[in-house]
């Protein structure tokens, strides 16, 4: 296995991660930032951000990421497409091993890996991911141009997505299963005012059915009890979100749903070992706050760092 020193490594390659790494940057600290599947995390599939600041018209997570990627580079940041297993601690070094099986090691460590999306756990909906399935508007709402599709949702997230959804599809029927959306009321209101959108209110999914593809969604009325079927093309799933945390369960302490708990200066139960943006407890799920949280996990590192060096 090939060996590698750092002052610092960050893993993760989000608006948290990627904000870290530029301050690091700043810093002069010789870091490398790893990330297992694309530079920008979940951003790159949001169309429109309209609240990070300093935009008067709304940014796309793909020109925004772009934009911070270039940045970090810009202050000799080094970036791998690697995906870590395991982190160890050997006196006060930090041992980042990978699934490549490449070593890396350095003095702190920032873990900004994020969220990935949590799933129904109905019958149909692994065996008809990507035929009809999809957890991403933005990657495959242009596929289900005239169709008719459901979405299931009822935060933020699903929102967003019914809105950019809502140009392609003939007919979108919006599930949730409470009688009110949770979501920004700005976007209540603008999937209220939709024509092509039906909302079935304290309504389930329990079952995805179909021969090749996606073509009917069996539901359940809460309330009600009643059982009925929904014909579509396709079905999309935003309900909620779990951190990429797996590979630190016997490492950091974690809160029951896996999140990292740490300080308000980003400190994890470990020594040296820094979280910052969605994977960390409570932190709020904006760009804005995982951008923050970097920044602070970034300066709390550099002080570990100097203390180690020099203390």
């Given at each position: 296995?090939?060996?590698?020193n750092?002052?610092?490594v960050?893993?993760g390659?989000?608006?948290?991660g990627?904000?870290?790494?530029i301050?690091?940057?700043?810093?002069?600290?010789?870091?490398?930032?790893l990330?297992k599947?694309?530079?920008g995390?979940?951003?790159l599939f949001?169309?429109?951000?309209e609240?990070?600041?300093?935009?008067?018209?709304?940014?796309?997570?793909?020109?925004l990421?772009?934009?911070?990627?270039?940045q970090?580079?810009?202050?000799?940041?080094?970036?791998?497409?690697?995906?870590v297993?395991?982190?160890?601690?050997?006196g006060?070094?930090k041992?980042?091993?990978?699934?490549?099986?490449?070593i890396?090691?350095?003095?702190?460590?920032v873990?900004?890996?994020?969220?990935?999306?949590?799933?129904?756990?109905?019958?149909?909906?692994?065996?008809f991911?990507g035929?009809g399935?999809?957890?991403?508007?933005?990657?495959?709402?242009?596929?289900?141009?005239?169709?008719?599709?459901?979405?299931?949702?009822?935060?933020d997230t699903a929102?967003?997505e019914?809105i950019?959804?809502?140009?392609?599809?003939?007919?979108?029927?919006?599930?949730?299963?409470?009688?009110?959306?949770?979501?920004?009321?700005i976007l209540?209101?603008?999937v209220?005012?939709?024509?092509?959108?039906?909302?079935?209110?304290n309504?389930v999914?329990l079952?995805?059915e179909?021969?090749?593809?996606?073509e009917?969604?069996?539901?359940?009325?809460l309330?009600?009890?009643?059982?009925?079927?929904?014909?579509?093309?396709?079905v999309?799933?935003?309900?909620?979100?779990?951190?990429?945390?797996?590979?630190?369960?016997?490492?950091l302490k974690?809160?029951?749903?896996g999140f990292i708990?740490?300080?308000?200066?980003m400190k994890?139960s470990?020594?040296?070992?820094?979280a910052?943006g969605?994977?960390?407890?409570?932190?709020?799920?904006?760009?804005?706050?995982?951008?923050?949280?970097?920044?602070?996990?970034c300066?709390?590192?550099?002080?570990y760092?100097?203390?180690?060096?020099y203390?």
């Open positions: 296995m090939s060996e590698e750092y002052d610092l960050i893993i390659g989000g608006p948290a990627l904000t870290c790494a301050y690091a940057g700043r810093a002069r600290l010789k870091t490398l930032i990330e599947v694309s530079w995390g979940k951003l949001i169309n429109k951000i609240n990070y600041p300093g935009f008067s018209e709304p940014v796309s997570g793909l020109r990421m772009e934009e911070m990627k270039k970090a580079e810009n202050f000799g940041i080094e970036f791998r497409e690697e995906e297993i395991e982190i160890d601690i050997k006060k070094e041992i980042i091993t990978t699934q490549g099986e490449k890396f090691r350095s003095l702190a460590v873990i900004a890996t994020g969220t990935d999306y949590k799933e129904l756990g109905v019958p149909g909906e692994i065996e991911l035929k399935v999809s957890y991403c508007g933005t990657c495959d709402g242009p596929l289900f141009q005239n169709k008719e599709i459901v979405v299931v949702g009822g935060g929102l967003e019914t950019f959804l809502s140009r392609f599809a003939k007919k979108i029927f919006l599930l949730h299963r409470r009688d009110k959306l949770r979501g920004a009321k209540q209101e603008r209220f005012s939709l024509p092509n959108v039906e909302i079935k209110w309504t999914v079952k995805i179909g021969k090749e593809k996606v009917r969604v069996k539901i359940k009325n309330k009600t009890e009643k059982e009925d079927f929904i014909s579509c093309q396709g999309f799933i935003f309900i909620g979100v779990r951190p990429q945390t797996g590979f630190l369960k016997n490492f974690l809160d029951e749903e708990i740490t300080d308000e200066k994890t470990q020594e040296g070992v820094f910052c969605d994977v960390r407890k409570n932190s709020l799920k904006q760009v804005v706050n995982a951008c923050a949280e970097g920044a602070i996990a300066l709390s590192a550099e002080k760092i100097e203390g180690v060096k203390g």
